[in-house]
């Protein structure tokens, strides 16, 4: 149980596109999820957490026109790499929370890992 | 301010026993989480420690003091699949999930 599935596992794209990233709860509703960027050997970064149905809430420096975030359903929240730039290279990993608890484990999605050439 | 320590790096030997520890200081606390991550991928979840005592799952256990903002991840009969990085972490009083380094185990044969 407590499946998320991340979508696309890679992308390879040119400097200034933007990318999309979706986070699915497959067999659990999910009012919020999470997104995390890790950068080669560094520990897990939380990027922004997302709520269902309202604004993302973002951590300090992390800019919210860059990357916009959509929670439009119980079981999606997308991310949105606007205009990306090579130093936006990165392993961006979402993950979500059964329920509407606040306690209890996060489940990961597989990651995507994104180069901006 | 609050903070998460636990080792960078260890080292351990096919089938024999490690134990990974973490410290915390956190504002409040409302469990304590363990996590895997093997290179390249994404962490999943280990065990999840709110009571004190120690919490077995095959052969990882994990154990908790709250007074003394201690855990710590113990591994038995060590795989070489158990090569990875050992995540702690922490929820504070306002439910927010506060993460270490990770402590990276090299097995060897």
């Known amino acids: 149980g407590a499946v998320v599935s991340q979508h696309p596992s890679r992308v390879i794209c040119k400097s200034g596109t933007s990318v999309k990233i979706e986070c699915r709860s497959l067999?659990?509703?999910?009012?919020?999820m999470f997104w995390y960027r890790q950068f080669p050997k560094q520990s897990l970064m939380l990027m922004a957490t997302s709520n269902e149905g309202s604004k993302a809430t973002y951590e300090q420096g992390v800019e919210k026109d860059k990357f916009l975030i959509n929670h439009a359903s119980l079981t999606l929240s997308t991310l949105t790499v606007t205009s990306a730039h090579p130093e936006d290279s990165s392993f961006y990993i979402c993950?979500?929370?059964?329920?509407?608890?606040?306690?209890?484990?996060?489940?990961f999605g597989d990651g995507t890992r994104l180069s901006i050439l | 301010g609050q903070n998460i320590d636990q080792p960078t790096e260890m080292t351990a030997t096919e089938g024999a026993i490690v134990q990974i520890n973490c410290t915390y200081q956190t504002s409040g606390f409302n469990g304590l989480f363990w996590y895997q991550q093997h290179a390249g991928e994404a962490p999943t979840f280990l065990s999840y420690?709110?009571l004190d005592g120690l919490e077995e799952k095959g052969r990882f256990s994990s154990f908790l003091s709250r007074s003394k903002g201690y855990s710590y991840l113990l591994l038995k009969e060590l795989q070489m699949k158990d090569s990875a990085s050992y995540l702690c972490?922490?929820?504070?009083?306002?439910?927010?999930?506060?993460w270490g380094a990770g402590t990276k185990l090299i097995i060897k044969p």
């Open positions: 993950s979500a929370r059964v329920g509407q608890v606040d306690v209890g484990p996060q489940h």
């Open positions: 420690n709110v």
């Open positions: 067999d659990f509703q999910a009012t919020t």
């Open positions: 972490a922490v929820t504070d009083s306002n439910y927010q999930l506060i």
